[in-house]
């Protein structure tokens, strides 16, 4: 009886150990799976705030590159304004500051971790700064030997384009940039996913065992999986808002200057695939300097807001409608015929004429339009552009004429104007006005 009561006794310690053993590999799971779990996620979240600042990084030096890139150019223009050698001795030295921080600016982006998209951007930009520099020296030496018409014509047809060469590389780094992001928040949220379902398997191997520190660490993991689905939602939020940044206006919400080209060029696309007709529309607000002048910027910047407002409700839900800088707009109609375009500019003349308060004072805003066909006045985008700017100018070129013969007009002595005056067609919603008649010296 002794040695069984021993036995018994022998075996509950047994058990007890056996008991302790499974109690401290339970505690062991469920350590493990609190660690596993927090390292993931801090893991998750530090990609996320590294990917956050590298690509926020590339994009704000790309964006200071382009805009110091913008200024050498315009200090080289602004030589050919000068005459006095110590304005363009001052000229020179920004100049060369520029360049001494594009070339910081370039190397710093250098620095940085890339990759096979990032270095070739590099490399175009590099290539393209070098040619930059040529032209610009070329430029200067024009100028300071007095040759300006030759300086402002390798500045425009050869400098300029290069210039928008450089700037569509820079974009492209842009949106490279957000494409990674956005590849890169679904690797990090797949990478949480796997954490989570790891941590889960633990867990329920634990919970067996001991389910309060299972719906512990179970809290615990959600409170970090919000985490970090606060982060890819914040990724997603600056995506977007990179997004609209590259292709809005930020002044007006209407589509930018590079955008409507974009748009443009598809719109000419389709027309000579589907065999449409198409209206394009170059439009200028008359006499808006004077406005920034007498009111301010701010001023000019409402005028311009009301502008694009009233062109919104105006056109229709097809329409692309874009600024294309300052105070021009631009609009593409698919399928507009010359009917169209007439009805279009007596729609928008008649809501944009509508009075606007600028401090007190109610100003009726006027516009010069010129507006180009697909097929009759060109076959490409280019064509399309540069005709429609051509009636434009003719048109305002018109009004101001017919504008200064009134004036002229109204101050002569009265046994004089007792001649008929010559008859002229004012009327700016005319169709000649609007740019269908084609003005002497646009040229086939």
């Not at 805009?67 to 000068?82: C, D, E, M, Y």
């Not at 997004?243 to 719109?267: H, K, V």
């Not at 065999?275 to 311009?304: E, R, W």
Request: net charge negative; glycine share 6%; proline share 2%.
């Amino acid at each position: 009886m002794e040695t069984f009561s021993k036995q018994i006794e022998s075996a509950s310690r047994r058990l007890g150990v056996y008991v302790a053993l499974g109690f401290l590999a339970a505690l062991t799971m469920v350590g493990g799976l609190v660690a596993h779990g927090v390292w993931q996620q801090h893991r998750v979240l530090d990609d996320i705030e590294a990917l956050l600042e590298l690509r926020a990084k590339k994009i704000t030096l790309a964006s200071n590159i382009e805009a110091v890139s913008r200024q050498k150019t315009q200090i080289v223009f602004a030589q050919l304004l000068v005459t006095e050698d110590d304005e363009r001795a001052g000229l020179l030295g920004q100049y060369l500051e520029a360049s001494e921080r594009f070339s910081k600016l370039l190397d710093q982006f250098s620095a940085i971790k890339q990759d096979g998209s990032d270095i070739a951007d590099v490399q175009r930009l590099r290539a393209i700064e070098e040619r930059h520099g040529e032209l610009h020296e070329q430029a200067l030496t024009l100028i300071a030997k007095g040759d300006r018409d030759t300086a402002m014509r390798v500045l425009r047809e050869k400098a300029l384009p290069l210039q928008e060469s450089e700037a569509q590389t820079i974009d492209s780094i842009r949106v490279h940039q957000q494409q990674r992001m956005v590849e890169q928040s679904g690797e990090t949220r797949s990478q949480a996913r796997r954490a989570m379902w790891i941590s889960a398997g633990l867990g329920v191997s634990a919970c067996l065992m001991i389910a309060l520190v299972f719906f512990g660490v179970r809290w615990l993991l959600r409170e970090r999986s919000r985490t970090v689905n606060q982060k890819a939602q914040e990724i997603e939020r600056l995506s977007e808002e990179l997004f609209i940044e590259a292709t809005q206006d930020p002044l007006t919400g209407l589509m930018n200057r590079r955008m409507f080209f974009q748009e443009l060029e598809r719109s000419v696309a389709r027309s000579k695939t589907q065999h449409t007709p198409l209206a394009l529309a170059y439009i200028d607000l008359d006499h808006f300097k004077p406005i920034n002048d007498q009111f301010g910027h701010a001023a000019g910047d409402q005028l311009l807001k009301a502008i694009a407002q009233r062109m919104r409700i105006t056109l229709n839900d097809g329409d692309v409608v874009a600024r294309l800088g300052g105070d021009e707009f631009a609009l593409v109609c698919e399928g507009g015929s010359a009917a169209t375009v007439i009805e279009i500019e007596t729609r928008l003349r008649a809501a944009i004429s509508e009075p606007v308060v600028l401090q007190g004072v109610s100003i009726n805003p006027q516009l010069s339009v010129g507006f180009a066909l697909y097929p009759l006045h060109g076959e490409s985008a280019d064509e399309l552009l540069s005709y429609a700017d051509q009636l434009m100018y003719a048109q305002k070129a018109r009004r101001k004429s017919d504008a200064n013969d009134k004036l002229n007009e109204a101050r002569r002595p009265a046994k004089i104007s007792r001649q008929a005056p010559e008859s002229r067609r004012t009327d700016p919603s005319s169709t000649a006005a609007s740019g269908l008649v084609k003005p002497a010296d646009a040229g086939e």
